[in-house]
């Protein structure tokens, strides 16, 4: 059994890629006893809120080319001259294009900020949000090269020391220095800056550097129609405490972003196996290796409903025994968000055939259409019901956008069908 497991790259991957990227929100959990007993609600709302913009901020200075990487990635393996030549590029391009941006965006901090926040002070939460999200731009680009590799324990490495780092640094600026909301926001900013260059260092064996406009050209011609799907996914997941902090107090913010912050527990698994799933599914398509790529996605819909329901009671049992007496509301609130977190978990399994055929605008249109009716449930319902608002919109829109992209699969799929009937 343990032979075949290590044959098994997919399944030997998503286990390296889920215990990488688990470590993130797996250290977050282990902190909240620390978070929650010494950060009140109100200051834990106030930096989770930001990190929250960060996720927002960062896809639109990547430009979703991460996933550009991901895909073209498998185009150059028989020119490794051409492959440097890309990648160098994209790179740095990127690199140009979000210090550019986040310049910008610094400059009309004032108006910027006033704009975003209501109770959170601009100084100096706007400018961490900036820090954040221009370094987690830079550091999501060698992190998907790592992914296209299949070099999954050094991605775990990476995911594992980063995140541990910022859990010591976390613990010293809020025990010893009482940082408050801003301790977790320095300490990402600090190790994130210092992960960021040596990535950059180590991947540059790979790179050319280059600024080739046709890799640029046809690299956001893929991303672009995928921006709106990222965004969309943001507005679904986090949108709401954005619009909450302008209709409720802190306080009860705060509640609702820690039972939100233990459902993503959930939706990092999830994204961890699916690391692994796009780089083998595209791989075994590649090959022509069909049935092989559909048991692949079969596999990982399994794990998607057994994990999600064992993961209820566990989440609300932890947050139970972690968290102080003021944010026991958020543990009721967690088996809502948690089935959110499920749909969204089977949204991935027809995406990858349609991210493989490069079927991009489907996945974003889904996704747009989904995000429009979350805010308006969003908008509508917050101002009477708060947090309670803020699950019935999440839940709709991850509804509503499943049921869209598989009605795109079997549209794409019947016009497949009757196109090669009429050639035969």
């Given at each position: 059994m343990l032979y075949k497991f290590k044959k098994n790259k997919f399944l030997?991957?998503?286990?390296?890629?889920?215990?990488?990227?688990?470590?993130?929100?797996?250290?977050?959990?282990?902190?909240?006893?620390?978070?929650?007993?010494?950060?009140?609600p109100s200051e834990y709302g106030v930096m989770t809120t930001v990190q929250t913009l960060v996720g927002m901020l960062q896809v639109f200075l990547l430009l979703s080319l991460h996933g550009a990487v991901t895909r073209f990635y498998y185009d150059y393996l028989e020119d490794l001259k051409q492959q440097k030549e890309y990648l160098?590029?994209?790179?740095?391009?990127?690199?140009?294009?979000?210090?550019?941006?986040?310049?910008?965006?610094?400059?009309?901090n004032q108006f910027i900020g006033a704009m975003l926040f209501n109770e959170i002070p601009t100084y100096p939460f706007y400018?961490?949000?900036?820090?954040?999200?221009?370094?987690?731009?830079?550091?999501a680009l060698p992190m998907a090269l790592i992914r296209a590799q299949e070099k999954a324990g050094f991605f775990v490495t990476v995911n594992i020391a980063k995140a541990v780092l910022i859990m010591l640094l976390s613990i010293y600026l809020i025990v010893f220095k009482g940082l408050g909301?801003?301790?977790?926001?320095?300490?990402?900013?600090?190790?994130?800056?210092?992960?960021?260059?040596?990535?950059?260092?180590?991947?540059?064996?790979?790179?050319?550097?280059?600024?080739k406009v046709k890799h640029i050209k046809y690299s956001l011609l893929f991303s672009l129609p995928l921006l709106p799907h990222v965004a969309s996914g943001w507005i679904i997941k986090s949108s709401d405490r954005i619009i909450l902090e302008k209709f409720v107090a802190l306080e009860e913010l705060g509640v609702y972003a820690?039972?939100?912050?233990?459902?993503?527990?959930?939706?990092?698994?999830?994204?961890?196996?699916?690391?692994?799933l796009v780089p083998r599914y595209t791989m075994l398509r590649k090959e022509n290796k069909e049935k092989e790529a559909e048991k692949l996605l079969k596999i990982f819909l399994i794990v998607i409903i057994s994990f999600g329901v064992l993961s209820i009671p566990i989440a609300m049992l932890?947050?139970?025994?972690?968290s102080s007496d003021a944010y026991n509301r958020?543990?009721?609130?967690?088996?809502?968000?948690?089935?959110?977190?499920?749909?969204?978990?089977?949204?991935?399994?027809?995406?990858?055939?349609?991210?493989?055929?490069?079927?991009?605008?489907?996945?974003?249109?889904?996704?747009?259409?989904?995000?429009?009716?979350?805010?308006?449930?969003?908008?509508?319902?917050i101002p009477i019901i708060g947090i309670y608002g803020a699950i019935?919109?999440?839940?709709?829109?991850e509804l509503i956008r499943i049921a869209l992209i598989y009605r795109a699969k079997s549209t794409l799929k019947i016009g497949a069908q009757y196109s090669y009937a009429n050639e035969g």
């Open positions: 030997k991957n998503s286990v390296l890629y889920t215990v990488g990227s688990m470590m993130t929100p797996l250290l977050g959990f282990i902190m909240l006893p620390v978070y929650t007993n010494y950060l009140s160098g590029s994209i790179f740095l391009f990127v690199v140009f294009f979000s210090t550019l941006a986040a310049s910008i965006l610094l400059l009309f400018f961490y949000m900036i820090g954040l999200s221009w370094l987690s731009a830079l550091f909301a801003e301790s977790a926001l320095l300490s990402q900013l600090i190790v994130t800056a210092l992960v960021v260059l040596f990535l950059f260092i180590k991947q540059s064996q790979y790179l050319k550097i280059s600024l820690l039972a939100a912050q233990v459902s993503m527990v959930l939706a990092l698994f999830y994204q961890s196996v699916n690391n692994a932890g947050a139970y025994l972690l958020a543990i009721w609130l967690i088996p809502f968000l948690i089935i959110a977190q499920i749909i969204k978990g089977l949204y991935y399994v027809p995406v990858a055939g349609l991210f493989y055929i490069k079927e991009t605008k489907s996945i974003a249109t889904s996704s747009s259409v989904a995000a429009v009716i979350n805010l308006v449930i969003n908008f509508l319902l019935i919109s999440t839940v709709t829109a």
